[in-house]
């Protein structure tokens, strides 16, 4: 039992401490996550009110998907930054992850999406 709440509160520390490093970051790089934040709620707007033709839209979602993964991989390379590891390191680490939890890491995939 005592095993479980030394887990527990390690679960807990590290979901605080997660959460504390997002806000500071959020508020440290605010120009740039807003900034990129932004072009998504702007194009939902105009596509939902305006109704533009169907080749804009289509067009609008590519720089909208473009605009997310960027601003993923810039969070990424400011957290690895923040940290103090390389890319080379880390994108080894996340390989070994992945590989040693293979069957984890693509039945994770298929339990996110929803039932057709």
Not at 16 to 33: E, G, I, N, T
Request: hydrophobic letters at 50%.
């Amino acid at each position: 039992m005592e095993y479980l709440e030394v887990a527990m509160n390690d679960v807990l520390r590290l979901g605080r401490d997660a959460a504390v490093w997002a806000a500071r970051s959020y508020r440290h790089h605010f120009p740039l996550v807003f900034g990129l934040s932004i072009i998504p709620t702007v194009q939902r707007f105009a596509v939902v009110y305006w109704k533009p033709p169907a080749l804009i839209s289509i067009t609008t979602e590519v720089l909208v998907t473009g605009t997310r993964i960027l601003l993923a991989v810039l969070i990424v390379r400011i957290m690895l930054a923040e940290i103090g590891v390389d890319r080379r390191t880390a994108w080894s680490r996340l390989k070994a992850a992945i590989d040693s939890r293979r069957r984890a890491f693509w039945a994770s995939g298929r339990c996110s999406r929803s039932p057709s």
